[in-house]
């Protein structure tokens, strides 16, 4: 296989059609065997990967050119995922707003070619698959939950957290699955699993659900600001899953599909 005929593959299992902002090959490679699928991987990685013999390095989070620059564009998916829980287009899209600017902000002063320049002058074939991954992983626990909880509307938070424990990554991790916001006799209500769209929508998009009907958020992971609002808003709860538990189940999936092709991949670097 040649790196875009990986991304392909991740890209059917999402059910996208184009290459997102989020990710990107940034150094092209054709009769790939052996890769290194990691959830960060950079120079060192890279170098690591070379001396071993591997044919790819994947990083699973964005770390060269368009991917870092453009990561911003990608926030904008939320807003579908929003309506899709009752918030109104117009409101979705003002409540991400500030949030999509501030990462604009933060990532156009990165170096986004420290990576990649490596990975060209080692000729390493280097590529990232972020938002396919976080969709496959975000619809795949949004169907568990909603399977163990169609017909109870009397699970508590307590309960979302067993059902998450049930799942093979959030078995293996370190960082369980964890209330942030909330109690465990709480009431769980309608659950929103949100894992895609790049990063954190931010305090006001999580409102925006809560108004809407949402009673829980399950995220990958939340920042303290949020959880204080949250707390003082006082209408919804946070479960958080946990990050590399969380990224490792779409990965999981697309090493799957690669595995069946016949590539012969080895999960690094916080892929469970």
């Known amino acids: 296989m040649n790196t875009r005929e990986i991304m392909a593959v991740a890209l059917k299992l999402a059910g996208l059609d184009e290459v997102p902002a989020d990710s990107t090959i940034s150094v092209e490679g054709d009769n790939i065997k052996k890769v290194l699928f990691g959830v960060d991987m950079e120079t060192a990685e890279l170098m690591l990967a070379k001396s071993l013999g591997y044919d790819l390095v994947i990083s699973h989070h964005p770390k060269a050119d368009e991917a870092i620059i453009n990561f911003h564009e990608v926030m904008d998916i939320q807003i579908k995922r929003m309506i899709a829980f009752g918030v109104p287009i117009n409101k979705a899209q003002k409540m991400l707003r500030a949030k999509k600017n501030t990462v604009d902000i933060g990532h156009h002063v990165m170096n986004y070619d420290r990576v990649s320049s490596a990975a060209r002058l ?13 969709l496959i992983g975000e619809r795949y626990v949004q169907r568990h939950l909603d399977d163990r909880f ?18 093979d990554s959030y078995k293996k991790a370190v960082t369980k699955p964890v209330i942030r916001c ?18 954190n929508g931010g305090e006001d998009v999580y409102k925006a659900y809560f108004e809407a009907g949402v009673g829980t958020i399950v995220a990958m992971h939340a920042p303290e600001s949020v959880i204080d609002a949250v707390r003082t ?13 969380s990224d ?25």
């Open 122 to 134: 080692m000729g390493m074939p280097f590529m990232n698959i972020h938002m396919p991954a976080d």
């Open 182 to 199: 909330g109690a465990p006799d709480d009431y769980a209500g309608k659950i929103a699993v949100l894992y895609a769209g790049g990063t």
């Open 233 to 245: 808003q006082n209408i919804g709860n946070i479960i958080v899953a946990g990050h590399m538990a």
């Open 150 to 167: 169609e017909a109870d509307p009397f699970a508590k938070l307590s309960d979302v957290i067993d059902a998450l424990s049930e799942l």
């Open 248 to 272: 490792s189940i779409g990965i999981q999936i697309i090493i799957r599909a690669l595995e069946e092709k016949g590539l012969n991949i080895t999960p690094f670097s916080g892929v469970l």
